[in-house]
């Protein structure tokens, strides 16, 4: 970041209003909660192959299945907002 004559830019010139928009926060959101789900998925598919680790696939389909609700909650939340303030 270097510090222009109208105040704060990065290098590309963005302000810091800019930085972080609504759509590149859910973006960002987005992408974490599919990687998320992927990792408990494989989580899930190690403790099934190896059958030792039969309580990992338990942990793995329960982080799977919470991540889901988790995404599946918020998106509601973010709808009933946006409904809210449309109104």
């Known amino acids: ?3 222009g004559a109208r105040g704060p830019f990065t290098d590309d010139g963005r302000q810091p ?11 960002t959101m987005r992408t974490l909660l599919v990687v998320l789900l992927v990792l408990f998925l ?3 598919i190690v403790g099934f192959v190896v059958e030792a680790l039969l309580w990992l696939a338990g942990i793995g389909i329960l982080l799977f299945a919470l991540t889901v609700v988790y995404w599946v909650v918020k998106a509601k939340m973010a709808r009933r907002r946006s409904e809210a303030a449309e109104a």
């Open 17 to 27: 209003s800019e930085w972080r928009t609504p759509a590149r926060c859910s973006l």
């Open 1 to 3: 970041m270097r510090r």
């Open 42 to 44: 494989a989580i899930a």
